[in-house]
C-alpha cells in the first residue's frame, strides 16, 4: 500500500483505516506499508522544480510537531497560463513506534 494512512480527517478514521488494513491480511498472509519516513517529514522544506515548457513546480512543506502533520502545498506556474495552479495535501505522520503498536493491537507481527 503507498502511502495510504494519514490522508483522513482525523485520528480515529486514520485508526480505522488501518485496522481495516490489518483485519484484511488473511491468516499468515503479508502487508507491505510503505510510508512517510517521520525523520525527513519532521523538517520544514522548499524546492522549485523547472520543466520544459515553462512550467516551474514549488513544493512547500511544513510540520505540525504536536500533531505529526504534515502540510504540502504545490503551487504550477506555467508561461502559457496566468492562472497558478494549488495542491494542499494534509497527512498525519506515524512513527514507527506507533505503527507497531497499533498493528499488535490488531494481531500482526512487523517485519522491518
Known sequence: MFVSLGYFENEDENISAI????????????????????????????NKMR???????????KFDKDNKIA???????SKTSDDDKRY??????????????????NNMRLYK
Do not use: H, W
Not at 51 to 61: A, F
Not at 71 to 77: E, R
Not at 88 to 105: F, L, N, P
Open 88 to 105: 494542499e495535501m494534509r497527512i498525519r505522520v506515524y512513527t514507527m513506534d506507533e505503527i507497531i503498536s497499533i498493528c499488535a493491537a
Open 51 to 61: 520543466y520544459p515548457g515553462g512550467i516551474e513546480v514549488t513544493t512547500q512543506r
Open 19 to 46: 485496522k481495516v488494513l490489518c483485519n484484511s491480511v488473511r491468516e499468515n498472509g503479508y502487508l507491505f506499508l510503505d510510508l512517510y519516513n517521520y525523520n525527513k517529514m519532521y523538517s520544514e522544506y522548499e
Open 71 to 77: 502540510y504540502i502545498n504545490k503551487i504550477v506556474k
